[in-house]
């Protein structure tokens, strides 16, 4: 059987010899490997598939050009817009949805190729014509019309002659190609084209190596550690294999090759990326579509972010944008509404923003002409504008540069064929089309770095090299397969005769054949995308078990540093570039990181904005309160010696330092909040005001006339419904005053309220609805009541939501309004195997019952209401529906009534009360301490008032633990 090899050998010294390849990557590499067998040669006489065809065509129509691929995706999108006028498609897009089919456009696109050979199938078939057979044909006459139009042709619909010009041609590989059937009559006929065809030979262990891996991780790094061992031997001997000898091909390329080139880059193996991708996917080449982005979303707050945060780009005015954004964010402009424009909005209402402001009209005024652009060449032009106004030419980073200038190529290329057909090419959106070439054109930088050569599967299949490689070898990701006229149903390409090639075990033959070593093929058990199974055409090949782990260290060298460093062997022969640079990073830090911060903060006050004196200012002026016998001369006075200062002590106060007193400090006292770039139209907190205010009101009429909470005829009194209408209605259209928030909302933020008014008078009638089923017979006795009880150094203080007096007894109800998700009995309580988590209820029992100490009344049951959900948590005493009669909790050992005990027989109210006295004494104590070691001394932060190191759970899962270095504890058992 004749190889590439030997028919090199055999017609290389013959000019007249062409060899036409599958693609051009194999004829690139064989017309190398022929310069063994010859001094020069002429690369003319290699040459891909499709050249071959398209060169041979042109011979026949010299008077007409081959239709560019735009020009034909334009075809289809005016096709398109005609439809959408007047339709005359009936089946290929349904009159229902041709007014807004424009996103077929690459699919019709698609079908204009291959309408000659569906043509042909269907004139040898006698079935019927259904509506889709005369969509198909009138699609036909309307685009060889337009070619005739234009003195253009179609490629794929011509048929060359291939006569006989002295030339001789060998078709390499011609059952991979995939429209070879179409021209497989002609061709053999012909007696000046030779063919040379893929090898017969099953695939065994002698011709590929195959590994079977646990996961892509594993995969990629044992390839990695492979490749390596070929170019660089253990033994220090002269290696066989130079990098660019290697081929490694990616099914899956565009999800795998980020992750490939960063194992290679990672054990320093040299790599030459030969699998483009879309300009659109490089992060400058996106510039186009966040422009457009910009225009279609009416300049909401993420488009704007997403442009103007780009790295890619060097703006000219970075503190504008960092304005802007900031401003954004703080005043919501989330989206604009009515065709009002939100950000404008915003800026009339807060002046003194005119950096940020101008940046906007100005950004405004580009996209808008932009978006509006006639013709593709003005699109040019308009977009040098924009880059005039907002770009620093000189600051672009090489790779950004390189890109952008290849979208500006693609942009003037659309311009010249706009220039030679001016009808034809005319679009009604340029920047929209613009950006979906943009979004189909393969780009890939030049580069003359020699390395490991990194493909796409399949390209290189061909290419003859000493060692290719394939990874994810999985039955999905190889599995290759034909399909001609794909747009038809099975049943009528089945009457067409038309079937399927599977052509995915002659690629995998390809690779094996090609390969100097045995093809070096794998897979993984658990890829990024999920499961999968080896492909059957490994079958034939001896499985390779993975390696066990603790071998790595023998030719892993970062296995072989964490071996060292865990004190297992000894120190690694060779460290990669990353792990000494890693190192050198680390030994520049190692001093710095010795020291606390509130150290470095202390010996260092003048680099430091925060000194450890500051530190206990913030904290004393935070907490310190006057008191009832005197007043202090300063709130910011840092002593706190004087009878007259007060520690305040609240419940949220509470929760959050017996969490963590570093977290307590850097969110309560400091209030570091965690930079996000996000703008919303309301935040969680304001939502549960509005919620809390609504409720309020409604429950001070029940106040205010003295009547019990009660339902008639199982329905909501009449009155109440109305009230609570009225109440959503005054409430949102005061705000912000009405809700006691200092400040403007912004307008979107108001008018979002007022376009969910209803459904929340609707929230809120279900609420109350539940509400009185569950409290029937009780009197409200209070609302938002503001207790406070002094004791020692400290003043409790705390607002309950609501108090609640019963009709039939002295007993009285603590509620608790929640928006979220209300804490549960075992954080409200003390119990035997846990520490009181949340400090609310039993510091509202202790306010109300040390307020009524001279009445002796007590709190008989105290509960969270959920308002999302409509149903209580009672933690104290127990509730019974009068609607349904459930009770809550539901089963009697569950309930803890306000003199007796749990069901442990241990856990009691007061017990509860004495833990909170406990962690209020111990509060007070650590923050009246002037010293303050809980957050100055190394060997206290991190630590509880009682000695006991904050869990490490607690820590992991901080939003402050960049800023504290307790977290960062080895083996994570403390």
């Not at 349904?884 to 909790?889: A, L, N, Q, S």
């Given at each position: 059987m004749?190889t590439?090899?030997?028919?090199?050998?055999?017609?290389i010294g013959?000019s007249?010899?062409f060899?036409?390849?599958?693609?051009?990557i194999a004829?690139s590499?064989?017309a190398?490997?022929?310069?063994?067998?010859?001094e020069?040669?002429?690369l003319?006489r290699?040459?891909?598939?499709?050249?071959?065809?398209?060169?041979?065509?042109?011979?026949v129509h010299?008077?007409?050009?081959?239709?560019?691929a735009v020009?034909?995706r334009?075809?289809?999108?005016q096709?398109?817009?005609a439809?959408a006028?007047?339709?005359?498609f009936?089946?290929?897009i349904?009159?229902?949805?041709?007014?807004?089919?424009?996103g077929?456009t690459?699919?019709?696109?698609?079908?204009?190729?291959q309408?000659?050979?569906?043509?042909?199938?269907?004139?040898?078939?006698s079935?019927s014509r259904?509506?889709?057979?005369?969509?198909?044909y009138?699609?036909?006459?309307?685009y060889?019309?337009?070619l005739d139009?234009y003195?253009?042709?179609e490629?794929?619909w011509?048929?060359?002659?291939?006569?006989?010009?002295?030339?001789?041609?060998v078709?390499?590989?011609?059952?991979i190609?995939?429209?070879?059937e179409?021209?497989?009559l002609?061709?053999?006929q012909?007696?000046?084209?030779?063919f040379?065809?893929?090898p017969?030979?099953?695939l065994?262990?002698?011709?590929?190596?195959?590994?079977?891996?646990?996961?892509?991780r594993?995969?990629?790094?044992?390839?990695?550690?492979f490749?390596?061992?070929?170019?660089?031997?253990?033994?220090?001997?002269r290696p066989?294999?130079?990098?660019?000898?290697?081929?490694?091909?990616?099914?899956?390329?565009?999800?795998?090759?980020p992750?490939?080139m960063?194992?290679?880059?990672?054990y320093?193996?040299?790599?030459?990326?030969?699998?483009?991708?879309?300009l659109s996917l490089?992060a400058?080449?996106n510039?186009?579509?966040?422009?457009r982005?910009?225009?279609?979303?009416?300049?909401?707050?993420?488009?704007v972010?997403?442009?103007?945060?780009?790295?890619?780009f060097?703006w000219?005015?970075e503190t504008?944008?960092?304005?802007?954004?900031a401003f954004?964010?703080?005043?919501?402009?989330l989206?604009?509404?009515?065709n009002?424009?939100v950000w404008e909005q915003?800026f009339?209402?807060?002046?003194?923003?005119?950096?940020?402001?101008?940046?906007?009209?100005?950004?405004?005024k580009?996209?808008?002409s932009?978006?509006g652009?006639?013709?593709?060449?003005k699109?040019?032009?308009?977009?040098f504008a924009?880059?005039g106004?907002?770009?620093?030419?000189e600051l672009?980073?090489?790779?950004?540069?390189r890109?952008l200038s290849?979208?500006?190529?693609?942009?003037g290329?659309?311009a010249d064929?706009?220039?030679d057909?001016?009808?034809a090419?005319?679009c009604?959106?340029v920047?929209?089309?613009?950006?979906?070439?943009l979004d189909?054109?393969?780009?890939?930088a030049?580069?003359s770095?020699?390395g490991v050569?990194?493909f796409?599967?399949?390209?290189a299949?061909a290419?003859?090299?000493?060692?290719h490689?394939?990874?994810?070898?999985s039955?999905?990701a190889?599995?290759?397969?034909?399909r001609?006229?794909a747009f038809?149903d099975?049943?009528?390409?089945f009457?067409l005769?038309?079937s399927d090639r599977?052509?995915?075990?002659?690629?995998?033959?390809l690779?094996?054949a090609?390969?100097?070593?045995?093809?070096?093929?794998?897979?993984?058990?658990?890829?990024?995308?999920g499961y999968?199974i080896?492909?059957?055409?490994f079958?034939?090949?001896?499985?390779?078990?993975e390696?066990?782990?603790k071998?790595?260290a023998?030719?892993d060298f970062?296995?072989?540093?964490?071996s060292f460093?865990?004190?297992?062997?000894?120190?690694?022969s060779?460290?990669?570039?990353?792990?000494k640079?890693?190192?050198?990073?680390?030994?520049?830090?190692?001093e710095?990181?010795?020291?606390?911060?509130f150290?470095?903060?202390e010996?260092?006050?003048?680099?430091n904005v925060?000194s450890a004196?500051?530190?206990?200012?913030?904290?004393?002026?935070?907490?310190c309160?006057?008191?009832?016998?005197s007043a202090r001369?300063?709130a910011?006075?840092?002593a706190?010696?004087?009878?007259?200062?007060?520690?305040?002590v609240s419940?949220?106060?509470?929760?959050?330092?017996?969490t963590?007193?570093?977290?307590?400090?850097?969110?309560?006292?400091?209030r570091?909040?965690?930079?996000?770039?996000d703008?919303?139209v309301?935040?969680d907190v304001?939502?549960g005001?509005l919620?809390?205010?609504?409720?309020?009101?409604?429950?001070?009429?029940?106040?205010?006339?003295?009547?019990p909470l009660?339902?008639k005829?199982?329905?909501?009194?009449?009155?109440t419904?109305?009230?609570?209408?009225?109440?959503?209605?005054?409430?949102i259209?005061?705000l912000?005053?009405?809700c006691g928030l200092?400040g403007d909302l912004?307008p979107?933020?108001?008018?979002?309220?007022?376009?969910?008014e209803?459904?929340?008078v609707q929230?809120l009638?279900?609420?109350?609805?539940?509400?009185?089923?569950?409290?029937?017979?009780f009197?409200?006795?209070?609302?938002e009541?503001t207790?406070t009880?002094?004791?020692?150094n400290?003043?409790l203080k705390?607002?309950?939501?609501?108090i609640?007096?019963?009709?039939?007894s002295?007993?009285?109800?603590?509620?608790?309004?929640?928006?979220?998700?209300?804490p549960?009995f075992?954080?409200?309580?003390?119990?035997?195997e846990?520490?009181l988590?949340?400090?609310?209820?039993a510091?509202?029992i202790?306010?109300?019952?040390?307020s009524?100490r001279s009445?002796g009344?007590?709190?008989?049951t105290a509960?969270?209401?959920?308002?999302?959900?409509?149903?209580p948590t009672?933690?104290?005493?127990?509730?019974?529906?009068?609607l349904?009669?459930?009770?809550?909790?539901y089963?009697?050992?569950?309930?803890?009534p306000r003199?007796?005990?749990?069901?442990?027989?241990?856990?009691?109210?007061d017990?509860?009360?004495?833990?909170?006295?406990?962690?209020a004494?111990a509060?007070?104590?650590?923050?009246?301490?002037?010293?303050?070691?809980l957050?100055t001394?190394p060997l206290?932060?991190g630590?509880f008032p009682?000695?006991?190191?904050?869990p490490y759970?607690?820590?992991a899962?901080c939003a402050?633990?960049a800023l504290?270095?307790?977290?960062?504890?080895l083996?994570?058992?403390?």
């Open positions: 004749q590439v090899e030997t028919a090199l050998k055999e017609h013959d007249s010899f060899f036409v390849f599958p693609t051009d004829a590499c064989w190398d490997y022929a310069l063994r067998f010859t020069a040669l002429a003319e290699f040459t891909a598939w499709d050249r071959f065809k398209s060169e041979a065509v042109r011979a010299q008077d007409k050009k081959s239709i560019p020009l034909r334009l075809f289809a999108l096709l398109l817009e439809n006028q007047e339709p005359f009936s089946s290929l349904p009159q229902t949805y041709a007014a807004s089919a424009s077929f690459d699919w019709l696109a698609s079908l204009l190729p309408l000659a050979l569906w043509k042909k199938k269907r004139g040898q078939s079935a259904d509506a889709e057979d005369e969509d198909l009138k699609l036909e006459t309307l060889r019309s337009f139009k003195s253009l042709f490629p794929a011509e048929m060359p002659p291939f006569k006989d010009e002295g030339k001789k041609y078709i390499v590989y011609p059952e190609l995939q429209d070879f179409e021209y497989r002609l061709l053999e012909s007696p000046h084209v030779s040379i065809h893929v017969s030979s099953p065994d262990t002698g011709l590929c190596r195959f590994t079977e891996y646990s996961n892509t594993t995969e990629l790094r044992k390839t990695a550690l490749i390596r061992s070929l170019c660089t031997p253990k033994d220090g001997s066989r294999f130079d990098w660019s000898d290697i081929a490694l091909s990616i099914p899956d390329s565009e999800n795998l090759i992750y490939v960063r194992e290679l880059a990672l320093n193996i040299p790599a030459r990326l030969r699998s483009g991708k879309k490089y400058a080449g510039l186009f579509s966040l422009i982005n910009c225009y279609n979303e009416s300049f909401s707050f993420d488009s972010r997403a442009l103007l945060t780009d790295p890619s060097p000219k005015d504008a944008i960092n304005q802007l954004i954004g964010i703080e005043h919501n402009c989206c604009s509404y009515d009002i424009d915003a009339s209402k807060a002046p003194g923003e005119e950096r940020a402001f101008a940046l906007y009209r100005e950004l405004k580009q996209v808008r932009m978006a652009a006639s013709s593709f060449r699109l040019r032009e308009l977009y924009f880059a106004a907002f770009f620093n030419p672009f980073s090489e790779e950004s540069d890109i290849r979208c500006i190529s693609e942009l290329a659309l064929l706009e220039a057909y001016p009808e090419a005319h009604s959106n920047l929209d089309f613009f950006v979906s070439v189909s054109k393969d780009y890939l030049q580069s770095e020699r050569s990194v796409s599967y399949r390209v299949a290419a003859p090299f000493k060692c490689i394939v990874v994810n070898a039955q999905n190889l599995n290759t397969v034909y001609p006229l038809l099975e049943a009528k390409r009457d005769h038309i599977d052509v995915s075990a002659l690629f995998v033959r690779y094996a090609h390969s100097a070593l045995p093809l070096c093929a794998s897979s993984s058990r658990k890829s990024f995308s999968a080896a492909h059957h055409v079958d034939g090949c001896t499985v390779t078990a390696k066990d782990n071998a790595d023998e030719e970062f296995a072989a540093e964490r460093l865990s004190g297992e062997s000894l120190t690694p060779f460290l990669h570039s990353v792990q640079e890693g190192f050198f990073a680390w030994a520049a830090v190692r710095d990181v010795k020291k606390n911060v150290q470095d903060i010996n260092d006050s003048e680099k925060l004196d500051i530190i206990r200012e913030k904290i004393l002026s935070r907490v309160e006057r008191g009832h016998e001369t300063s910011s006075d840092p706190c010696d004087s009878p007259s200062c007060k520690i305040k419940a949220s106060d509470l929760k959050s330092f017996y963590c007193p570093l977290q307590w400090l850097f969110s309560r006292v400091l570091v909040r965690e930079y996000t770039a703008a919303s309301v935040d304001f939502i005001t919620y809390h205010e609504i409720i309020r009101r409604v429950l001070d009429t029940y106040k205010k006339a003295r009547l009660s339902l005829d199982g329905r909501l009194p009449s009155q419904e109305a009230c609570v209408k009225n109440s959503v209605r005054d409430v259209t005061g912000p005053d009405s200092g912004s979107l933020t108001v008018e979002s309220f007022r376009m969910q209803t459904s929340i929230k009638t279900d609420f109350f609805y539940e509400f009185i089923g569950w409290f029937s017979g009197f409200v006795s209070e609302t009541k207790l009880l002094e004791s020692g400290r003043i705390g607002t309950i939501d609501c609640l007096e019963s009709a039939t002295d007993s009285v109800c603590i509620v608790d309004f929640k928006t979220g998700t209300p549960g075992a954080e409200c309580i003390k119990l035997p846990s520490e988590s949340d400090f609310q209820l510091s509202y202790e306010l109300y019952e040390s009524a009445t009344d007590r709190v008989d509960v969270f209401f959920s308002i999302n959900n409509k149903e009672a933690i104290v005493g127990s509730l019974v529906s009068a349904t009669g459930k009770k809550k909790p089963y009697n050992t569950h309930i803890l003199d007796g005990v749990y069901k442990d027989g241990i856990s009691s109210v017990g509860t009360l004495e833990a909170l006295e406990k962690a004494q509060y007070a104590a650590a923050l009246s301490d002037n010293n303050l070691p957050f001394d206290r932060t630590f009682d000695g006991s190191r904050v759970k607690t820590c899962q402050h633990k504290c270095r307790t977290t960062y504890n083996g994570r058992s403390s």
